[in-house]
């Protein structure tokens, strides 16, 4: 067992006393101690109606500080005075640190965050439910479906994607996605799948090159679906949803018979509600940093609006639900987005919802073999200068020399990729620093009981410390 001296010093010596077989009873004293002064630490740690029943855990990969401020102007209407708060605003509890514990690299992956908030453990970058050690850690939706409650993970990445990973799976190295799904399936709890409802993109590693786990999961009950009405008709309480074969397409991109982040939270929720020992859901919204880190302002924004969506939802459950708790944080920022750049005072989102389609797509579409010209005109909803257009046209051209296959075709890939970018950039003044994360402390929202616990500026390991506690006091059905 290992303790970590990165949470409060005075916590260790209570956890040793506790003798938490996770090692996570510190929690209860470390998120606690000097930051919820207005609620006595011990309401939800004794175990009473402050315990929260059912947890909803949202995760916006990516989303610094900076990404909800950018969509506070975004999201405002421009017609009144005043800037509108977004859904998160009034639910702020904090800020939480991110550092992973990783020999080479102090900023951390999405796959150590996401261990950190599945666990309680810090760890390497790349690990998925591991310890810094490699020594399989378990989670808080393992001891949910322990506690006889439902669970689900949703993300619009792929199922197997390093944070709904790091919550069903244990492997040294999130790239290991075949064996992910693999243990989706064959890892038992009480001799009940782990996971009952599994929703996101990934279908390339549960069909036929990876044992046909679709037709396995059918076996078993579950439903499986991939697209919006079937999803919408199901209704087994366990279901597999794979609705692209990887990452789903970003909001501001997908086809219509693709569900919202929003209608896979709710369908999710729907089945998992009818447990009377409660649910466990993570929900993430996954392209957030997928769209930080080709630095794309659109795609950014497209996801910010469906994570946000997915937050309100949540909330609005949570009232009328007051045995559910809802916390809304990042695992990291991605980008190191600012809002704006250059000389002038200004940040322009209106250039942003001009846009028809995010950057990204623009350059899969190039890249595929579409006529840039067609795809300039389809995809930016503003006059682009010549001199842009044929910087766009130059490198895609340069492009068709590679072969995807070549060492010269990432870097081209990512020369074009800039090209497109430039043109919203620089029209909206949004600066970036980076293609990689960067080790800010991102915010924490949240609402219900238990959430004074994620007050203050808390670790990424409290997450999970807290909702262990919280299924530990579990009141027994
Ligand atoms: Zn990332």
Redesign the pocket.
């Known amino acids: 067992m290992k303790f970590y001296n990165k949470l409060a010093t005075v916590s260790v010596t209570s956890a040793i006393v506790m003798g938490s077989v996770l090692g996570n009873a510190q929690s209860t004293f470390a998120s606690s101690g000097g930051n919820s002064s207005d609620q006595p630490a011990d309401v939800s740690y004794m175990g009473n109606t402050k315990n929260p029943k059912n947890v909803i855990f949202l995760v916006g990969d990516?989303m610094g500080p900076s990404y909800n401020s950018a969509y506070r102007y975004f999201a405002d209407n421009p017609e009144t005075k005043e800037m509108d708060k977004t859904a998160f605003d009034n639910y702020l509890l904090g800020t939480q640190r991110t550092n992973p514990d990783d020999p080479k690299e102090n900023v951390t992956?999405?796959a150590a965050g996401a261990t950190a908030f599945s666990s309680g453990h810090k760890t390497f970058n790349g690990a998925i439910g591991v310890d810094a050690n490699k020594q399989k850690v378990k989670t808080v939706l393992e001891q949910a479906k322990e506690n006889g409650k439902s669970t689900g993970l949703v993300s619009t990445a792929e199922i197997t994607d390093a944070t709904p990973a790091a919550y069903a799976a244990h492997v040294d190295d999130r790239d290991k996605k075949d064996e992910i799904a693999q243990q989706f399936y064959n890892d038992k709890i009480n001799g009940k799948h782990k996971v009952d409802v599994l929703l996101g993109g990934g279908a390339e590693y549960f069909g036929d090159k990876n044992g046909n786990l679709t037709d396995k999961f059918k076996k078993d009950g579950y439903d499986v679906v991939d697209n919006k009405t079937d999803l919408q008709n199901s209704t087994s309480k366990q279901v597999l949803g794979l609705f692209a074969d990887n990452d789903m397409p970003l909001q501001i991109d997908a086809p219509e018979k693709n569900p919202k982040l929003v209608e896979m939270e709710d369908s999710a929720i729907k089945r998992l509600e009818s447990n009377d020992k409660g649910f466990f859901l993570m929900v993430e919204g996954a392209s957030i940093?997928k769209s930080g880190?080709p630095n794309d302002v659109t795609g950014v924004m497209s996801e910010m609006s469906g994570f946000e969506k997915s937050f309100d939802y949540a909330m609005n459950y949570a009232k009328s639900h007051p045995d559910t708790l809802v916390v809304a944080t990042a695992d990291h920022s991605?980008g190191g987005m600012t809002i704006a750049k250059g000389k002038d005072y200004v940040w322009n989102p209106k250039a942003i919802h001009q846009m028809k389609h995010s950057g990204s797509y623009m350059t899969k579409e190039i890249a595929e073999g579409k006529d840039p010209e067609k795809v300039i005109n389809d995809g930016y909803g503003f006059e682009v200068s010549n001199s842009q257009i044929s910087k766009i046209k130059d490198e895609a051209e340069a492009l068709k020399k590679y072969d995807e296959e070549d060492k010269e075709y990432e870097a081209q890939f990512q020369k074009l990729q800039d090209a497109i970018q430039k043109p919203i950039n620089d029209k909206s003044h949004t600066g970036w620093t980076t293609n990689g994360?960067t080790g800010e402390d991102v915010n924490t929202y949240g609402f219900g009981p238990g959430s004074d616990r994620f007050k203050g500026n808390i670790d990424n390991t409290d997450n999970a410390n807290n909702i262990f506690d919280f299924f530990k006091h579990d009141v027994k059905q």
């Open positions: 990516g992956d999405s940093d880190h991605t994360h």
